[in-house]
């Protein structure tokens, strides 16, 4: 079955798009994402060294058909955001970016405002924005109005593993959006990855729960086959949830 | 890795146990059975032709490594129950058993006491015992007791495909239990069967949700896929829920 | 408006029932206990000094139109159930007695067998039984059969204040039953009993939510007023749960 | 106790506010509303005939200790807002005002940028803002930032009735506000009012559930009793939820 995801003029054959983050080495790192089977690997541009083309961790992640997806992680408004995604650009030769503008040191939730207007200039500029955002059905709408490729929204805060937390939301945002609908932080267990995609969500975005797991390449893998479970049972169409049963087949007096 | 599941004298590569209701056709029932390469697939002795050792369900499921579960659904009492499962015994020449009392026609929901009554004595008849029952752990224990050679909770009203709605009983019987505890009724979905694993159940069964898919055998092999990736997960140790994240790296002053 | 909640032979105004268990002062249980407004509190019989007509804390609980219930907790099977009881009827003067069956010290979940034999004999033997179980819809009807004058489900494991987390269930046994249903056990907070109350639960019983409380006597107040509010609600009837809004007036175009 | 809600210069005893739409006649809200106790009611701007000042809805709700408060329901952006508001003022002297900006008519959901820059301008203008929001920490901040005396994050979707949907929002925003947290929309019963005052929410506003109710008038009653329970069971301090129960006392051997 062809059942490719189309982002701009890219696509992808695997759902799960990865993160760079708390891995303990780079070496884990490099295996735990080859076995993910990840095509889009975001990587915070803080942590790149930009002056350097041998970079260890960008050479650890890079393989043929793996895209690399800078993110603006760090940066606090608009401006840093433009300027991040430039400097992303130009180190790392690509126009993709993830854009992510979290003031708030501690639970690192996005800024609806700033990320509107970063992602309205970053649009003109020319690049393919990758918006992380909160499951707002409006600022969805609005983003996908001022032509960012997809939308971000968040299942639970960053970082906190406690799954698909924005249900009632995600599912309106699937039912609107033009873009595809990729869930992005909060995802801490495959299970939470095969809900997202049985809702309709088009990938998900996936880092702490495989990088701080005691075997993160087993994990890559678990996360892979339950994206690609939920996706199936998507296409297939899940039963609906009923009241109560309906016996298997009329009970049948074979006892008598 | 080796992770076999072992019940009484036999083992287990796959950790998926289906049902035969509910299929549209007997066709459509042999290609998903066989897409979801489970092992142990339960049939209701009230739909076999006992008489009939050319049965053409029973022969539509049959295949190497298969083990017939002959399941006593329709019994209304530990008597009918015991009455069946010799019945089941003679026909299918099968010692295993599935029981499954529930007097309640309309939520199926299984007998407590009938169910330990019945165990005790199937036991003593000699046969391998599966006892579907409420997720109460007492009752997982007395079964246990009895020597039953797993234990099957329910994760909700079995045909409602609600998914695991006895989670904090479902936790205390997995921590508590001396056998396999297999979660069985209510798994609507591939997330779900994933959950259940990553709790750390030992299987699940699944049924409804496969079988009324718009497409069994795709939905077979979503279930295989995410039964392995629970359990995978499970192994692999999941993150910790935290309340709030920590930030991937120090957040460095690039920007200035 | 005349709702009294009805159980054997008694009536009650209030129908919030009350425990006495993890209170720091018998002064500070009265007063908490007087505030609830409570008819019935449970205690549990180890914890009287059967021998002394003057126990201190019996004489802090009773009040004109309080009942006491003694309850077995401690027993470990059906056996020493009716033997307390017996001594209960002796030296508290009341055949009502709540049966309580938890042979496991750590989760204190009740024995389904134990206690359906028990209640049994209390039945004959005379016995008011209100039998403490798992929200087990065919145990409940069980014990109706068997004359028990209500059922009291749990609603989580005891002394967690998880609150409702066998709603599935209980909606099963508030449609079946016809007898009283008492949610006992788990719930944590005014809104959680509020919340049973407006499934059709007949009362409810709280003991560690008031009794750990900084301030007992004020949250028995709020737990009365919760109870009080929630079967208000029910009998007036509540909203259906919509998938999405109804604006609440024409969209006129007042502002063109 | 001591313990008003304090919003601008306005004290208020009640923490219930109230809505006016979708009841089923005047006489029937009048009496709800004032069942309720409430002391603050919003209005759509677009339902009071302004130039008559014998509006007999305005009449209707009108009580002594009863503040209006009118709302933009009906605009698309702040432009209109900002212009509605101005009407409001004028027609009900009163400066303060509730935004609400939805562009979508299905869902109702509110837009998070139109609402900041409306916010922002209504604050200069000397209006007391409430503003209607997704339940977006950074948002709330951005908002009290800009000068509203109080945020209004939703608890679902409005007009849904399904509760605390945004709790793991709605906590941060609580956590990190140093203006009111009301909730508003969603909340479809007493007990999800209840639970939003034990969460440390300073006030609900409710409608739909008490004016679609059977019986508005006792719904309000119940209302105004849960949201007073709530409010106080989180002033006395919750018990905290456990894994596991602690018996109440030690097991004595009365019974040997």
Redesign the interface.
Known sequence: MNDLLKIADKEFNSRLFT?T??FSSNNLMSEALKASESELITV????VD?DNSQDKMLQSIMRPKVNLLPNT???RDAK?AV??AQ?AREALETNWIKLEI????????????ET?KAAEELVKLGFVVMPYI?A????C??LEDVGTQCVMPLG???????GI?????LE?IIE?SNVPVIVDAGI?????A??AM?LGADAVLV???IA?????T??A??????V???R??F???????????????P??S??N
Chains 1, 2, 3, 4 share one sequence.
């Open positions: 993160g983050g708390k915070a541009l803080k942590r930009v992680s760090g940066v840093e300027f991040a400097l979290h003031p708030d040191p501690k639970y690192l939730l996005p800024d609806p405002i509107l909160h707002d059905p409006v600022l709408k609005r639970a805060p960053i970082g906190t593993n406690k937390k924005t249900l009632d939301f309106i609107q801490g267990s495959p299970s939470h095969a809900y049985e880092n702490t729960a701080v797991s005691k075997n993160p087993q994990m893998v678990a996360f892979k086959m339950a690609e479970a939920g199936m049972a296409n297939a169409k899940l039963a609906s949830v009923k009241k109560h049963a309906e016996a298997s087949s009970l049948t074979f006892l």
